[in-house]
T-cell receptor, first 112, second 115 residues
Framework: SQTIHQWPATLVQPVGSPLSLECTVE??????LYWYRQAAGRGLQLLFY??????ISSEVPQNLSASRPQDRQFILSSKKLLLSDSGFYLC???????????FGPGTRLTVT | AQSVTQLDSQVPVFEEAPVELRCNYS??????LFWYVQYPNQGLQLLLK??????LVKGINGFEAEFNKSQTSFHWRKPSVYISDTAEYFC?????????????FGKGTKLSVIP
């Protein structure tokens, strides 16, 4: 069966520090991968999605970037965090040609 | 572009009472619809999906959702709720055949079951 992992589970970082969040998927090949941010009362905001290694689409201009160095690995990064980057970050995957997305456990990021 | 509206941000309901969570969407083309549930500090879990066929979609724990094309709705219902149903519920939509496989989510409805 397929599983999706995210780490770390929680993170407290000072303003201006770098960020790296990692997401990996097991049990499937060539998945579509997604990064979402969830802020209280605002639902889920799609940040990035990827249909293959090195292929990243950005949905929202921001202080963040994403990379997909391997087929089942998706990384969310920032060079300098802002207070507004605080939130709950969720990674998701779907099979190629499928609309059903499956979510990881999330990372709670607090920027202080 | 599609959009989703979940009219109720919070729904309190007594245990064993019925509940309906409302979801309306806006799209100029055919859509696929989903309901997800999120427990505190966890990721989202897929509950239901409507892709085609019967407009009444049933889940495994007695809940269901009904697609109504004329009213552009996909309301979630459960005839009797329990404490364990307390969670946040998200409706999501995507345009069929769009090729991007991106979902647009509503802002969520927090269901609180009162003992």
């Amino acid at each position: 069966s397929q599983t999706i992992h995210q780490w770390p589970a929680t993170l407290v970082q000072p303003v201006g520090s770098p960020l790296s969040l990692e997401c990996t998927v097991e049990g499937t090949s060539n998945p579509n991968l997604y990064w979402y941010r969830q802020a209280a009362g605002r639902g889920l905001q799609l940040l990035f999605y990827s249909v293959g290694i090195g292929q990243i689409s950005s949905e929202v201009p921001q202080n963040l970037s994403a990379s997909r160095p391997q087929d089942r690995q998706f990384i969310l990064s920032s060079k300098k965090l802002l207070l507004s980057d605080s939130g709950f970050y969720l990674c998701a995957w779907s099979n190629r040609d499928s609309y059903e997305q499956y979510f990881g456990p999330g990372t709670r990021l607090t920027v202080t | 572009a599609q959009s989703v509206t979940q009219l109720d941000s919070q729904v309190p309901v007594f245990e064993e009472a019925p509940v309906e969570l409302r979801c309306n969407y806006s799209s100029s083309v055919s859509v696929y619809l989903f309901w997800y549930v999120q427990y505190p500090n966890q990721g989202l879990q897929l509950l239901l999906k409507y892709l085609s066929g019967s407009t009444l979609v049933k889940g495994i724990n007695g809940f269901e959702a009904e697609f109504n094309k004329s009213q552009t709705s996909f309301h979630w219902r459960k005839p009797s709720v329990y404490i364990s149903d307390t969670a946040e519920y998200f409706c999501a939509v995507t345009e069929s055949g769009a090729g991007s496989y991106q979902l647009t989510f509503g802002k969520g409805t927090k269901l609180s079951v009162i003992p």
